[in-house]
């Protein structure tokens, strides 16, 4: 079933664990997603980055998740949200769809026209009732910037006193952060390094959820500390990839005459469903839908 994200933290909050937030694409990530949610019985958020709304639409993607949160896990809390949304007009094309959550990511704009950017899709957000994620600080992403974030991790590090005037300034629900973390799938071969003094002087000045982006990768105790200094969204999108590709070339290599998709497509939705649950385990979400 499909809820709003503010009930899914308050319980998360209340029981220091961390929600999985999993980027979808299509119908076969987000079976794979949702079946992990019913196995593990975990509460879960299911992110939509611009890129996959320009590859599958708007409407479709949204129905998918919906009528599949509806169907597949009925009993299962579900909530959708736009990851990375670029700018008002994306942000609010999805309010309108009914997100009960979108990020809006200026992290890459000078502070005062990030929080003033933010600040707009804050006002309209909250006027549907809908909850925002800013972002302040920056996540590295390809090789030359997560060089830079080694030698000086000065620009990319959420700076807390920032983190603080951008929260009062712009009203976000969630805040994604700067801790060492990496995007993409360089921090596969670039192990991250999150920067926890960094982490623990932000937790003690703000107070709402945290969100991790760039997660991929970060081991079970690092989570596990992470989740204790307020991180309370972690956010899985290169794994998935990585699960869903390993497995569907294995499935094609492996078995070169078959043809139909729904059974070649079969083992890459496990072994997605493998790698949520695994996730699930590790943020301590399983066994949460009633508590
Ligand atoms: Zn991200």
Redesign the pocket.
């Known amino acids: 079933m499909i809820v709003h994200l503010k009930n899914l933290l308050k319980k998360a909050q209340k029981n220091n664990y961390a929600l999985g937030s999993f980027n979808t694409h299509n119908l076969e990530t987000t079976l794979g997603i949702l079946r992990a949610a019913q196995a593990e019985e975990s509460p879960l958020i299911i992110s939509i980055s611009p890129n996959s709304i320009r590859y599958a639409g708007l409407k479709p993607i949204v129905h998918i998740i919906e009528t599949a949160a509806k169907n597949v896990v009925p009993t299962i809390p579900i909530s959708f949200h736009l ?2 949304g670029e700018n008002f007009h994306e942000a609010s094309e999805c309010i309108r769809a009914g997100f009960s959550s979108i990020m809006i990511d200026n992290s890459e704009l000078p502070f005062d026209e990030n929080i003033f950017q933010t600040k707009k899709v804050v006002e309209y957000a909250h006027r549907y009732g809908v909850w925002v994620q800013g972002e302040i600080g920056r ?1 590295p992403k390809t090789k030359e910037e997560i060089k830079l974030l080694h030698e000086k991790p000065e620009e990319f590090l959420t700076k807390p006193e920032e983190a603080v005037e951008f929260f009062k300034k712009t009203g976000v629900d969630t805040l994604a952060i700067g801790i060492g973390n990496i ?1 993409g799938k360089y921090k596969m071969t670039h192990p991250v390094k999150i920067n926890w003094s960094r982490l623990r002087e932000i937790h003690k000045v703000i107070k709402i959820p945290l969100v991790l ?2 997660a991929s990768g970060l081991k079970k105790e690092e989570i596990k500390k992470a989740i204790s200094l307020g991180i309370k969204i972690i ?1 899985i999108h290169t794994e998935i990839n990585i699960a869903f590709s390993q497995a569907l070339r294995k499935k094609i290599n492996n078995d070169k005459k078959e043809v139909d998709p729904r059974k070649i497509l079969l083992e890459p939705i496990k072994a997605i469903e493998e790698i949520v649950k695994e996730k699930i385990r590790m943020f301590g979400s399983s066994n949460r839908t009633k508590r």
């Open positions: 990851d990375h996540v995007h982006h760039g956010n």
